[in-house]
């Protein structure tokens, strides 16, 4: 028989940006709960949120648990009877152990002999029973970005629980959670609906909870508040900004929405749009509007939380509220125009970017140096406009714009720089040296900006390496990670063939002349560290480890011949037949070597066998058409070549003691051949690596 459960945490108003990876989290551990506790689930568990509630709903929960079948292996029959037959003191106690009579042990036949056995059988528990031992504990082991404390409960959570529905099958199941008692009640909105309601069942929930002004489906919610907003913006005949997140944002905010739509003074146009757009945006969650041109339009549309008696005040409160903060930008853009861009790069000196690495000034100054060397090798002919967009890209971190909206950084910068006539190019790249923002977002279409970027993010990467502020654990205060994975992919985009060990060394070298620090050893660490964002990148692609350790093993520096060499490496081992056994081949030739620290020089003299001419003569063949292959990027040819020595090498390895006792010189000689070859199909990739 299955059951319906119903779990609903009431609380106090939840985060917008905490709610959707909360109710995941909530899922997933309820699955991973029930599945441990043997309770089958035959159907998909749900979950469901508002800002005040978190719901989790199966309809196909096992009434009890799964019988639990225990198999138990004693110690060997020689050992738990005497030569009489009789018990000894191992198989009584093994027996008393079991909660089992020693009649009841059986023997089984294992490879090591007989042993005793006993097979036992668990019944299984009400699913209720265990869910209230259970459920305090999974509640309490959601994650959230930010818990709190309140009052006396030793409970931390996100935000205070006011009360606990719980039930299977319409009853109750009873434990406690943040000192609250579950029941079989709940509440609906907070100010159009706040009785207490008495729930019999999922269905029965579902259908009081939405006559009390609650939309408990979030996607519904979102649905709900896209329409609304629409509609809303329709009514001045305009549309609607185009913001996924700012819909789901809104829609995590409110349990039961309404919109209405606002004016703002025409005047206000005047001010750049991403300010207007922002200060709406971020501050009031409020939609700017567009006419049929796509130009703003002096309106904008607010969601709220409850059905208003009288639209009008409500507007007019929006408008009240946006009007002075409309008012603060244009005041803000106004002051900041009365200054250039290139003034306030001095205003940086009072900034402390880190204690240990100066202010942002200085920070400027070593990743200027450091784009003017980039531009030189992939933009020699735009230096001029590096160096002037690496001047000026952190300018407006301190105007008064940027300090009231600091998510207008770069935004701003590339408003005021076209306001003084620089040119578009270097605007665009005060703007673009930030993207991406997020773990795949948007790269740079800008080369100018796609060089500064490059330059500001390696900046960063090895002041703090240099400093000891590498990331550690979940712990990655400066972004490293994403910073190192940005460098990665404009590499790729932009299809520059750069080598990342020169553009670390030169960073590594600027930042030495203001901090000391082991140059030797941080460059080792930063580039083991990009290999690791790498391989992890390129595992997400789905390429398989094996295929990207045996790329990245033999070479990582140039970017773009990393990818390329992997998706050739990977074509061949997928298309060859004889794949398998040149990387076993391979693997022989490594395995030899592992332990030889000299390197050895060839004498054909001292050749006795003839799979040694063979061998030399087909390596000396084919070397220098692989590496043709290889001066052209053709890894896939290359590997192809290579096939040609496998049989000479297997017959080498069956017909001749490589590593023979009786001649140093010999031995040394042999050695050097295989050090050659190594040599040769390291240029390629590490097939030592394939798991064969």
Not at 24 to 34: K, S
Not at 96 to 124: M, N
Not at 232 to 243: I, L, Y
Request: glycine content about 6%; some cysteine.
């Amino acid at each position: 028989m299955s059951a319906e459960l119903l779990l609903e945490i009431g609380t106090e108003e939840i985060p917008s940006a905490y709610l959707e990876e909360g109710l995941n989290e909530l899922r997933r551990l309820a699955e991973a709960c029930l599945k441990e506790n043997r309770i089958e689930v035959t159907g998909n568990l749900r979950t469901y949120g508002t800002p005040r509630r978190l719901v989790l709903i199966g309809k196909t929960i096992a009434e009890k648990q799964e019988d639990l079948v225990k198999e138990m292996t004693g110690p060997p029959k020689t050992v738990a009877y005497d030569k009489e037959g009789k018990p000894t003191k191992a198989a009584i106690g093994f027996a008393r152990r079991q909660g089992v009579s020693v009649d009841e042990l059986e023997c089984i036949e294992t490879a090591k002999g007989e042993y005793l056995f006993i097979k036992s059988k668990i019944p299984g528990r009400p699913a209720r029973d265990i869910l209230a031992e259970v459920l305090p504990k999974l509640v309490g082991n959601i994650p959230w970005p930010k818990s709190m404390r309140w009052g006396s409960v030793g409970f931390s959570f996100v935000r205070p629980v006011h009360w606990v529905l719980a039930l299977l099958n319409g009853e109750v199941i009873p434990f406690e959670v943040a000192g609250v008692k579950s029941g079989n009640t709940t509440r609906g909105h907070r100010f159009m609906a706040p009785e207490v309601m008495k729930i019999v069942d999922v269905r029965d929930y579902f259908a009081k909870i939405e006559k009390s002004f609650v939309l408990v489906d979030q996607k519904e919610r979102e649905q709900v508040v896209e329409k609304l907003v629409i509609e809303a913006a329709e009514s001045v005949g305009g549309k609607p900004a185009k913001d996924r997140d700012l819909l789901s944002t809104v829609a995590n905010l409110v349990e039961y929405p309404s919109a209405v739509c606002g004016n703002f003074d025409r005047s206000f146009l005047d001010v750049p749009e991403p300010v207007l757009i922002t200060a709406m945006r971020e501050h009031q969650k409020y939609f700017a509007v567009y006419d049929g041109e796509d130009r703003l339009m002096p309106n904008f549309v607010a969601v709220n939380n409850t059905i208003a008696r009288d639209t009008s005040v409500v507007k007019r409160g929006h408008e009240r509220v946006l009007r002075a903060r409309l008012s603060d930008a244009d005041f803000f853009f106004k002051e900041d125009l009365k200054r250039p861009l290139q003034d306030r790069l001095e205003d940086l000196k009072r900034v402390t970017y880190q204690a240990d690495l100066g202010t942002s000034y200085s920070k400027v100054q070593r990743f200027s140096r450091l784009a003017e060397y980039l531009g030189g090798k992939v933009l020699p002919g735009k230096i001029e406009q590096i160096k002037i967009a690496a001047s000026l890209c952190k300018c407006d971190l301190v105007s008064q714009m940027v300090t009231e909206f600091p998510s207008l950084q770069g935004v701003v910068g590339k408003v005021y720089a076209r306001i003084e006539g620089q040119p578009e190019e270097v605007c665009a790249a005060i703007y673009e040296h930030y993207l991406p923002t997020k773990a795949g977002g948007q790269l740079p279409t800008s080369r100018i900006g796609a060089v500064v970027g490059l330059a500001d993010r390696m900046d960063t990467i090895i002041g703090c390496f240099a400093v000891g502020l590498e990331p550690s654990g979940t712990a990655d205060p400066f972004a490293l990670r994403r910073h190192s994975l940005s460098i990665i992919r404009i590499v790729e985009d932009m299809g520059w063939d750069l080598s990342l060990k020169e553009f670390i060394e030169r960073g590594l070298s600027i930042s030495r002349e203001e901090v000391e620090f082991d140059k030797g050893r941080v460059f080792a660490k930063i580039s083991d560290f990009f290999k690791e964002r790498y391989k992890q990148m390129m595992l997400r692609s789905d390429y398989e480890t094996d295929l990207i350790e045996a790329a990245i093993s033999v070479e990582f520096d140039r970017i773009n011949d990393l990818r390329l060499r992997i998706e050739q490496l990977k074509r061949f081992a997928t298309e060859s037949s004889e794949f398998h056994d040149l990387a076993l081949t391979f693997k022989r030739v490594t395995n030899i070597l592992k332990k030889q620290e000299k390197t050895f020089e060839v004498d054909t003299n001292l050749f006795k066998e003839t799979s040694e001419s063979v061998l030399w003569k087909t390596f000396q063949a084919l070397k220098d058409d692989v590496y043709g292959c290889l001066g052209r990027k053709d890894y896939y040819g290359a590997l192809g070549l290579m096939l040609k020595l496998r049989k000479p090498v297997d017959d080498f390895f069956d017909e001749v003691e490589i590593l023979t006792k009786e001649n140093e010189a010999l031995k040394a000689n042999r050695v050097g051949i295989l050090q050659q070859l190594s040599r040769l199909f390291l240029s390629v990739a590490d097939l030592s690596k394939f798991s064969i």
